[in-house]
């Protein structure tokens, strides 16, 4: 079982906090028009019961998730299963990517009861299988490093069966940090490219296309039996070209895992859709990149990091099983 999504969208109801602007970077900036979206993109609103007792148990225990702050599309379907995605180390991020709806600003100090409290909700929710995500904390010496390797440790003692992926930040210029995580043992390591390179300085401007690369390159050469996966974004302006040689670059590094979803605008504020990716492009993604070599691809309008990430993590294992022969 598992979890939710991963960086933005739209849609997804979000958690009324008046006290400071939620983009004061973005403020100044002028209007994008949103663009209507198409029917493969609807979505039902969250009401069930199972949606509110996963609400219940993520307040209870004082926890932010991904679903709720990047606004996923997805978190009807995925609380309706008791799956979601721990946001640690607060809900405000130090970075200001054009796409993303998470707040900006200056975070709060570090909790350090925070990775009890996730695995005691991991632990209510049942949870097989978890995504453990967080925002950037270029304020931190190690980017939050060792806090990523306490709430792992927190949940391995809570609920040993527990898989564990992960989605960390880049942790730029924070030497020491990757190797702090991969230590600590996670099934799966993911960090997004996002989009295409070309497209960084509008779309990720406080990022390092082949920073991020060099990241997930080095989490194999570390430990090579850990699944590493990535994610990007369409629908931003990339060309069919460039996302081709990103999946050449995501191979080059011996990533295991591709997700490509549709970029979904969180506000006026944010970057534009420049067009939806209708679903047979996707299926055309996901033909390539298999042919590729990747173990495992998903590919459709609404796929997000996190979303069905038990599921897959199943398939990632069947998958490299088969490429071994077994």
């Not at 420049?274 to 033909?287: H, I, L, Q």
């Amino acid at each position: 079982m598992v979890k939710i999504l991963d960086t933005v969208s739209g849609g997804a109801p979000e958690r009324p906090r008046a006290e400071k602007p939620r983009h004061p970077e973005k403020a100044n900036r002028p209007d994008t028009p949103v663009k209507r979206k198409p029917d493969w993109i609807r979505v039902r609103a969250p009401s069930s019961g199972e949606y509110g007792e996963t609400r219940r148990i993520v307040r209870e225990n004082g926890l932010n998730t991904v679903c709720e702050e990047a606004g996923c599309p997805n978190i009807g379907e995925c609380w309706t299963k008791r799956h979601a995605t721990m946001m640690i180390m607060g809900d405000t991020c130090t970075r200001a990517c054009a796409f993303c709806n998470v707040r900006t600003g200056l975070p709060d100090a570090l909790d350090t009861a925070e990775p009890a409290r996730v695995a005691d909700a991991v632990a209510k929710l049942g949870l097989e299988h978890v995504v453990i995500t967080s925002v950037d904390r270029d304020d931190l010496d190690d980017g939050g490093a060792r806090h990523f390797a306490e709430t792992i440790r927190a949940i391995r003692a809570a609920t040993p069966a527990t898989t564990i992926e992960v989605l960390t930040p880049d942790f730029l210029r924070k030497p020491g940090a990757l190797e702090v995580v991969v230590a600590a043992r996670p099934d799966v390591f993911n960090h997004n490219l996002e989009t295409v390179p070309g497209l960084y300085l509008k779309i990720r401007p406080g990022a390092r296309y082949f920073h991020s690369l060099r990241l997930l390159q080095r989490v194999k050469e570390i430990d090579p039996s850990m699944f590493t996966k990535s994610g990007i974004m369409v629908g931003l302006g990339e060309r069919r070209d460039e996302v081709l040689q990103l999946m050449d670059d995501l191979r080059s590094a011996d990533v295991d895992f591709l997700t490509i979803g549709q970029y979904l605008q969180p506000s006026r504020k944010h970057a534009e859709v420049m067009r939806y990716v209708d679903p047979e492009e996707f299926k055309g993604y996901e033909t390539t990149a298999y042919a590729k070599g990747f173990l495992l691809v998903s590919a459709t309008p609404l796929t997000r990091s996190s979303y069905h990430a038990g599921e897959d993590f199943a398939k990632l294992r069947a998958a490299r099983l088969a490429s071994l022969g077994h």
